[in-house]
Structure formats: structure tokens, C-alpha cells
């Protein structure tokens, strides 16, 4: 999530300004491909992703001439959205929209061809979500917890195959969460930290994609979240 338009770069030990993002955006989501850094989405002009104009912006930085291009706009324009990459391609999940006037949680997943710089949709999210994380292990995405349309957190999981385009609904997670960080090491994902709604946690959980199967592992010292 960017609320800001700046952009940091870690050297050694040190945090370096680069280049500014071109727009303020709040609620988007990131992708790394080839060295190059993409970004998706977000609102702008809003005090809060969920109140600001919702935006179909994709932009991508380049670290070698420290330097943003505007690509080809998303289909959809939205915030709260997550991805996650499969070789060169990008998937955009969820999210929320403003329709008829009212904030509403998304199914959509559009496809981003970072070599060809098109998209093209994908198949739909069984569970509508904004907030949720997601990961790729082993070519299949999983998408975890978000936001129903109450703004409820969900404990739902699901992965995408791509090579049968098919969604699959897992094991649930331990508690419903939104906005949880994350990490895969040896096939399984780290969910770190989220939120239970009005509720900030420090929870370390482990899903083992091999069993379909949660662990809970030490709390982290601080409760975080947005940590996407």
C-alpha cells in the first residue's frame, strides 16, 4: 500500500528517497517481475482507500534508471486489491469499487502480461474479497482471510490452478484476519500479524500447502497490520 509517493530503497544499512511514485495512491498492491517493481490500483483523493476515487492506475519502477513508467490501465479500477505473480504474468484479486454509489467487495482477477503489457481477465474468486493476501507456491496462487461485503474479516482460503483456470477452496484459516503480511519458505506461507476487524495481532500462522493444514507458530513482539 502506498499512501504516500515516495519510494525507499535499503543500502547498506541506510534508506535512500528514489524516485517519486507518480500519484499519491492508498490500498494498492505491488509485484515484482524481472527486477522491475509493478504497481496496481488504489484510491486517491480519500482520506481512507475506502472513501477515496478508485483507480485503475498500473505503474511500473525500474531500479537500474531509478525511474516510473505508466502502463496499460487495469480493466477494473479498484483498492484493497492484492496479487501475485506466475512466471512473467501478474494476477490482480479482489479488491472493492465503487458500484451505484455503494463500496463493494470484488470477485475479479485480471491478468497482467508484464511482456506484452496487456490484460486479460481471469476466472472469478469463489468468495468476493478486499484485503485478503496472496502467494504463489508451486505455480498455484492462494489467497487468504480479507473482507466480505460487511467488511467482516473471512477465515476463507482459496488457489488458483492455472492449468485447469480453477479456483479451489481450502482448509480455514485459524481466526478470520485481513491485511496480514506474508512469506513462503519451503512450500509453506507465513501469515504474519493482521487485523480481526477492530482487533490488531501479532499471530504468526503457518499453512502447509503439502497437508492443506495451519500451525500456529511464536507471536511476533508487535501487533502489526497492513504489512501487505
Known sequence: MFFTSQTFAAKSDEWVTKSDLPEPLAGSTSAVVDGKIYIFGGSSNGSEAAFGTKCDSTYMYDTETNSWTKKTSM?????????AV????????????????????????E??????????????????RSWASATTVKNKIYVSGGTDNNGVPLVSVETYDSSTE???????????LLSMGLAVINDKIYLMGGSEYNNIVNNVRIYDTSTDSWSVESSMPTSRAALM
Open 75 to 83: 480493466p477494473t479500477a479498484r483498492a484493497g486489491v492484492t496479487a
Open 86 to 109: 506466475e512466471g512473467r504474468k501478474v494476477y490482480v484479486i479482489g479488491g472493492y469499487a465503487n458500484v451505484n454509489s455503494k463500496l463493494t467487495r470484488l470477485d475479479v482477477v
Open 111 to 128: 491478468i497482467y502480461d508484464t511482456e506484452t503489457d496487456t490484460w486479460e481477465s481471469g476466472k472469478p474468486l469463489s468468495t468476493a
Open 166 to 176: 480453477s479456483w479451489t477452496v481450502l482448509t480455514d484459516m485459524t481466526t478470520p
